[in-house]
């Protein structure tokens, strides 16, 4: 049986020319190319394709995103690129090649080799994990990513109210909807604006900007009151955290 | 504080010359008077020597009288009067010098002081005349070396922001993409290789030509832009389109060079490249009485991984036109719902040349 591949480039021609230089490894199929990285997610999640030839530099949602946004599901990336600023990075994220356009057909040649090498191992269970490429980001993110099945969504940070943990998921709560996101929500946290976004309890990481009211019931029985009439509990070290901030 | 004193080498020479100027003046005035060498020398060196001093104050006063700003009659009674007080302050000291003269070591100081005092006044005005000269003279070279030096700065911004457009022009991302594409064709579409190749050559002919040049029309730049997005447009297929409204009695008119390229390349890199359905950039170029106004706008993505900063580019245009045009020239530039719109509006160069 051949092995099933994608290819992910905003690029049209990009596309047509990988598929062209694969047509020479007929144990290789394209059942789908995928124009930017929001399809990648959709098609990855239909199609369950073994190998993903991935582009990194897409409009809004880029390579190292469809990456994380895929987690566990993740095929086995390949990431096709024009520039090698991103290589450190993409090695990072446990991808199993990199490669750089134009393309050397005997640089693509041992990319299948280990293709096949590494679908080979998965069959016996050794199968690495692939892992986001999302190093600790320097400046606080602007926006969060959410899979819901096939489906991304794109959540710029300001519209959410609060963050609520769940196990390993985090609960996204905005104004119309909630969203959910496998992640801790530690690692939220850490990714938001300190400035913005207070852990005001162990489950609950809330908008600042949201806030309504601080009830005070009796010492170290406190509530948070957001915009929306949605009441939360305050514990006595996110009540420093918050006192702090205002 | 008087610039003398900044250097210690300048203060000894002017020191020393003073020097030898107040010898030659008190001997002067020996024979003028007639007396003794020594006691002319213990008389007239001395104050002679403290008039250094007091030619230093007029360096304040030339300073306030700029020689080609103020009146002519203004800077002569200033300056005289100036001359007349400091002399006077100077004649008053001496006598207080005389007094403690006679206190040490008593002769016929009061006397010879007061018959040479005629003598003393003239030399103390031309010496004060010499001070004037002198601060004149040093306040003129300094102002020609600050214009020289203004001129030489403003070339090499000029040159600097010129070498920046060039060197956007021929970036390696640029050259990178060409590439690519071409190597893509080879393998899909071989056929559109020779019109992209040639595109791509005359893209940069004119990048490395007219870099060197001062001014170019406005029909070469647009010509340039359309050679830019024709290579764009095979990467980026229908997710580019472009609109073009263009005054036609524009198109002859002059403007640097290079100018609207760096402007289109970030329509492209902060707009079109970061949208999932592509847009349109919109290029108006209108050419009024005064001014030729060029807006260029183009879609971005409000919800990109990146906050769309000032580029780079755009800066770099900013500073060519501050540095050719000064405030006759403007850019603004305006972000609101997801477009992004920069506005150029040079004086139009021919309105500047027969008014």
């Known amino acids: 049986m051949s092995i099933t591949g994608i290819i992910v480039d905003d690029e049209r021609h990009a596309r047509q020319a990988l598929s062209a230089a694969l047509q020479a490894y007929p144990g290789l199929e394209i059942i789908a190319q995928c124009e930017n990285g929001v399809d990648a997610v959709k098609i990855v999640n239909e199609l369950r394709p073994q190998v993903m030839f991935l582009d990194i530099h897409m409009p809004r949602v880029d390579g190292f995103d469809v990456v994380e946004l895929l987690g566990e599901e993740a095929p086995v990336i390949v990431f096709v690129t024009a520039h090698d600023e991103y290589a450190i990075r993409a090695f990072d994220s446990n991808a199993l090649d990199y490669l750089l356009k134009p393309l050397d057909p005997e640089r693509l040649r041992r990319t299948i080799e280990r293709i096949e090498e590494r679908l080979d191992q998965d069959e016996i269970g050794r199968y690495t994990q692939v892992t986001t490429g999302h190093r600790q980001l320097q400046a606080p993110l602007r926006r969060i990513l959410v899979r819901d099945g096939s489906e991304v969504h794109v959540v ?31 690692h939220m946290e850490e990714l938001m604006d300190p400035l913005n976004f207070c852990r005001i309890h162990r489950s609950f990481l809330i908008n600042l900007a949201c806030l309504s009211g601080i009830e005070t019931e009796a010492k170290d029985l406190r509530t948070a009151i957001l915009n929306n009439g949605r009441r939360l509990p305050i514990s006595r070290s996110g009540y420093h955290r918050l006192r702090s901030l205002l | ?249 524009a198109r002859e008119e002059p403007m640097p060079p290079l100018l609207l390229f760096p402007l289109i390349e970030n329509s492209i890199k902060h707009g079109i490249d970061t949208l999932l359905e592509g847009g349109t950039i919109t290029v108006r170029i209108r050419c009024g009485a005064e001014h030729l106004d060029i807006q260029i706008e183009n879609p971005f993505d409000e919800l990109g991984k990146k906050q769309g900063g000032s580029s780079i580019g755009l800066e770099s245009v900013a500073k060519r036109i501050q540095a050719q045009y000064g405030k006759e020239g403007r850019v603004t530039c305006t972000r609101q719902d997801g477009m992004f719109r920069v506005m150029l509006s040079l004086p139009r160069q021919r309105a500047l040349q027969n008014p």
């Open chain 1, 156 to 186: 710029p940070v300001n519209e959410v109210l609060y963050f609520e943990s769940a196990d390993d998921y985090v609960a996204i709560h905005l104004v119309d909807r909630t969203l959910i996101k496998q992640d801790r929500l530690q």
């Open chain 2, 1 to 249: 504080m008087h610039p003398i004193f900044a250097q210690g080498r300048n203060l000894l020479a002017a020191g020393g010359l003073w020097l030898a100027l107040s010898a030659i003046a008190s001997h002067l005035l020996y024979l003028l008077q007639g007396t003794e060498p020594h006691v002319a020398a213990a008389l007239y060196s001395p104050l002679l020597f403290l008039f250094f001093f007091f030619g230093l104050s007029n360096y304040y006063i030339c300073l306030e009288l700029p020689i080609r700003q103020t009146p002519f009659l203004r800077l002569i009674a200033t300056q005289l009067i100036a001359n007349a007080t400091t002399v006077l302050l100077w004649l008053v000291c001496g006598s207080v010098y005389v007094w403690f003269l006679n206190r040490i070591y008593p002769d016929h100081w009061e006397k010879l002081y007061r018959s040479s005092i005629m003598s003393l006044s003239s030399i103390g005005a031309l010496l004060y005349c010499f001070w004037i000269l002198a601060h004149y003279l040093f306040l003129m070279a300094r102002q020609h070396e600050a214009i020289e030096r203004e001129a030489l700065e403003k070339k090499l911004l000029i040159n600097e922001t010129e070498l920046q457009a060039i060197k956007a022009t021929i970036h390696p991302h640029f050259l990178y993409n060409s590439l690519n594409t071409v190597a893509n064709l080879a393998l899909t579409e071989p056929g559109k290789i020779h019109n992209l190749c040639l595109q791509i050559s005359e893209f940069l002919r004119y990048s490395v030509s007219y870099s060197r040049k001062a001014s170019a029309t406005v029909g070469d730049e647009l010509v340039h832009i359309q050679n830019y997005l024709g290579i764009e447009r095979e990467r980026f297929g229908t997710r580019l389109h472009t609109v073009f409204d263009v005054d036609e009695q």
